[in-house]
């Protein structure tokens, strides 16, 4: 451990030495120099606790290597099969077949609605329908060979068996549905956007990255390792949601319960959805599967008060109040708090560590961060300058929906907003709703409210008040934050992903560095329909090797929104890592 340097000053107190008599004017000088030391030291002091200056004396070892990458795996057994295959995936032939599975699935609509009702009876889910006549068309081997089960009508589970049922499955997930198109923005698509239309380097369509691209992937890759006569030793499952867009209660919820009742807990070596893929980020191409997941709370802002003609108004309204609670959460955001089990931390050593083009202070800063919590203090006030990151490793907060009066003369009896919160991963639920009862107790005050907060009577019964505030979860969809998957040098389905990663991604450029792609450890913005499987194993990625090339925006490519599109360039590479995984997986005894 480095001596403090106020260890070194008492340890030089505590030195033995000779007396020897000096002259006044000798002592008057030292006394002032220590003096003047003194003042400089308890200047340094008070700035480093401010976290304005850094503490020279707190860095340790901060040299030994965090960010350890796997080599590039590719099958042994299945050596020459893996040869063929990848061949065979690089011809013109192929990625004309790959352009006609995807544009095909994106030219059946398969829209998901927040308002929907159940299945059965809400007759707009009937648009699966004509989607699963399409996969049953589109791929062949895949029906005659996988038992197909149907859970809930329109979620799917295909199942290949195989030969050693005494290994933990290898499961690869999607989602069926996509967000709707908004039909005021029709003229601004460059193509129909349920045309599928290929222009000789894209197809587009809505769903064409979001999620048909990882579904048809994975179908596209399972047609074509049957067509080889490739017979599994581990299980496969495939898991196809049809509601992910809209949280996933019907479709993924029923889906992981019947896995669960079938493999039990923690039954699955390892599961893959839908999530990140690769980037260029400082001179380095970087993979970042996601880890981990942020949870999730949506707070219903309710106020109510007397109503009554709009020409004699009291003081405020219910919809200035709730308008007053609303600036009040905007003034006090969740206090951001970066800690070295962030996500983001993991990412950031990774970057530090192999990114080519990264500012040198920013490097140092990220480095030294392993051992000194000043410098972690530093990062934490970069990382805030980046609302990316910033959102990352924080509880965000969102007034998204506002409601409130029915008639210009008539006061408003009831007002309502609905505030989304996205939790950090070192947060839970009971914080965020501590956090929001507290920030507005003063405002109820203010106003004369009875409170109510998620459920707990605040306010004294019977005394007189202006009206109600009342907080709850908006539509029972409270989240908590996900485990975050093992990443660790032993974390054996990490290593198996990884080294696929880079496997997929040299093989498909003729490339044989290990680091021509580093691998780290990463985490969406937003959740996916692994919520619902958590029981089912402990190492969940959120990856679907999609490369953005030299994009920063993590929904780039038309995702939500106009103009939709994948390059099938990127399409069949994500077919061949769906390929190589499944060879990997299947190889692995230690999973």
């Known amino acids: 451990m480095q001596e403090s340097f106020d260890e070194k000053v008492d340890a030089a107190l505590l030195l033995p030495s000779s007396y020897t008599p000096t002259s006044n004017r000798n002592s008057f ?6 003096s003047v030391c003194v003042i400089v030291y308890g200047i340094y002091i008070w700035f480093v606790s401010k976290g304005t200056v850094v503490d020279i004396f707190d860095l340790g070892d901060f040299t030994q290597p965090q960010c350890i990458q796997s080599a590039d795996l590719t099958p042994v057994r299945n050596e020459a099969l893996w040869a063929l295959l990848s061949s065979t995936i690089g011809t013109e032939a192929f990625e004309a077949k790959a352009v006609e599975w995807i544009s095909g699935a994106v ?131 495939l898991s196809f949601g049809f509601d992910e867009e809209i949280s996933g209660r019907q479709g993924a919820s029923k889906l992981a319960q019947a896995l669960y009742e079938i493999y039990g807990k923690d039954g699955v070596a390892l599961l893959v959805d839908e999530g990140g893929g690769f980037t260029e980020q400082n001179g380095t191409i970087m993979a970042t599967p996601g880890i981990a997941e942020k949870g999730y709370l949506d707070v219903r802002v309710e106020v109510t008060m007397p109503g009554g003609h709009s020409s004699v108004p009291p003081k405020h309204t219910s919809i200035g109040i709730l ?25 950031l050593q990774c970057v530090a560590e192999h990114s080519e083009e990264l500012d040198e202070d920013y490097r140092t ?26 959102s990352l490793i924080g509880t965000t907060q969102a007034a998204d929906i506002i409601e409130g009066g029915v008639k210009v003369n008539a006061l408003p009896e009831r007002a309502f907003a609905v505030v989304n919160h996205r939790i950090s991963v070192i947060s839970s639920v009971e914080e965020v709703q501590t956090h929001d009862t507290e920030l507005l107790s003063r405002l109820v005050k203010e106003f004369n409210l009875t409170y109510t907060a998620f459920g707990n009577e605040l306010s004294a019964k019977g005394g007189p008040s202006s009206g109600t505030l009342t907080l709850k979860d908006a539509f029972g969809t409270a989240l908590e934050p996900a485990p975050v998957t093992p990443t660790s040098p032993d974390a054996v389905p990490w290593y198996i992903l990884s080294g696929t990663i880079k496997a997929t ?84 005894t230690n999973l």
Do not use: C
């Not at 000088?29 to 220590?34: D, E, F, G, P, Q």
């Open 107 to 237: 030219r059946v609509p398969t829209e998901s609605y927040d308002d929907m009702g159940d299945v059965g009876e809400d007759p707009r889910w009937e648009a699966f329908v004509p989607f699963h006549d399409y996969l049953l068309k589109s791929f062949p081997l895949v029906h005659s060979t996988l038992t197909l089960q149907k859970v809930n009508t329109y979620g799917l589970i295909y199942t290949w068996e195989g030969s050693n049922t005494s290994l933990k499955p290898l499961v690869l997930m999607g989602h069926q549905d996509v967000v709707p198109v908004n039909p005021e923005t029709i003229d601004e698509w460059t193509h129909p956007p349920y045309s599928g239309h290929f222009d000789g380097s894209r197809v587009w369509g809505r769903g064409s990255s979001d999620d048909k691209s990882g579904l048809i992937g994975a179908l596209a890759s399972v047609e074509t390792l049957i067509k080889s006569g490739f017979k599994p030793t581990r299980t496969l499952v």
């Open 323 to 347: 308008s007053a609670f609303l600036v009040e959460y905007e003034k006090n955001p969740s206090k951001v708090k970066f800690t070295r089990q962030d996500p983001l931390y993991s990412m």
């Open 505 to 588: 991604y040299n093989s498909h450029r003729s490339l044989t560095d290990v680091n021509e792609i580093i691998v780290s450890p990463g985490m969406p913005s937003g959740n996916t329909d692994t919520r619902y499987y958590w029981d089912l194993t402990k190492h969940i990625f959120r990856y679907n090797h999609h490369n953005s090339g030299k994009k920063t925006n993590i929904l780039s490519g038309g995702v939500h929104t106009v103009n939709e599109h994948i390059e099938t360039d990127a399409f069949v590479e994500i077919v061949r890592f769906f390929v190589v995984l499944i060879l990997n997986a299947d190889e692995a």
């Open 365 to 390: 800063i990220i480095k030294r961060a392993t051992t000194s919590d000043k410098y972690l203090q530093l990062l934490e006030k970069e990382i805030i300058k980046n609302n990316v990151y910033a």
């Open 29 to 34: 000088r030292r006394k002032i120099a220590l």
